[in-house]
Each structure stands twice: as structure tokens, then as C-alpha cells.
């Protein structure tokens, strides 16, 4: 079993910065897939932007040039630095992610992680 926890929230003012760290607990294994998503009050939950188990990247189209996601050096911790922050950047922020306690095993990453965190607050004032 594994547990997410987000951390890293607050509140900025537009055009402000912060860095959202993610840390898994428990089976990380050795191969992962790493996800940030949010949701803003009255919206649905939305992708914002994850690392594959490949190390690819991908990003929502409202973050690209503006957030960098990465995986931390230590298996099972990601970060999410978000950078010329909107107020429709503001939500709830949620780590997601898909392990693989064998190197030869990918870990199953579609159609949605397998863990979640509990998220965590993201407010952007204009």
C-alpha cells in the first residue's frame, strides 16, 4: 500500500510562484508514473501535468511555459513548481501516481492512478 501526501500549498498573489512537493509512502517500488491534478470549487477535476514511467512529460495547455513537473530523487516524491500563477490556477491540487515494485514491470498508469492524495490548497488572488 501507499500513501500520497501533497504539501507546498498557500496563497500568492498573480504572478507569483510556489513549489508543490509530493512524497509517497510505503511499496514506491522501483518504477513509477507521477500526476498533479486540481480542482477548483464547482469545476471538474482537471490534468495538469505528470511525469511517465518512460520520464516523459506532459502538460495541461493552461500550464504549458509556466509549470515544470519532475520526479524527486528519492522514488515516490514528485514536484510540481508553478510559476506566473493566475487566479484560475487556484484549487485543490492532488498527487497521483501508479508504482511498480519490479524493475521489469511497468506500473499501470491508465486509465487513472492507482493512489491519491488528499490534495492540497492552492489560492491565487488577483
Known amino acids: 500500500q501507499v500513501t500520497l501526501v501533497e504539501s507546498g500549498g498557500g496563497s500568492v498573489e498573480a504572478g507569483g510562484s510556489l513549489r508543490l512537493f509530493c512524497t509517497g509512502s510505503?511499496?514506491?517500488?522501483?518504477?513509477?508514473?507521477m500526476y498533479w491534478f486540481r480542482q477548483a470549487p464547482g469545476k471538474e477535476r482537471e490534468f495538469v501535468a505528470g511525469?511517465?514511467?518512460?520520464?516523459?512529460?506532459t502538460y495541461a495547455d493552461s500550464v504549458k511555459g509556466r509549470f515544470t513537473v519532475a520526479k524527486g530523487s528519492s522514488h515516490g516524491t514528485a514536484y510540481l513548481d508553478m510559476n506566473h500563477l493566475k487566479p484560475d490556477d487556484s484549487g485543490t491540487y492532488f498527487c497521483?501516481?501508479?508504482?511498480?515494485?519490479?524493475?521489469?514491470?511497468?506500473?499501470?498508469?491508465?486509465?487513472?492512478?492507482?493512489?491519491w492524495g488528499q490534495g492540497t490548497q492552492v489560492t491565487v488572488s488577483s
Open positions: 497521483a501516481a501508479s508504482f511498480s515494485p519490479w524493475s521489469w514491470v511497468r506500473p499501470e498508469c491508465r486509465p487513472t492512478p492507482r493512489y
Open positions: 510505503g511499496n514506491t517500488g522501483d518504477r513509477s508514473c
Open positions: 511525469v511517465d514511467d518512460d520520464g516523459s512529460k
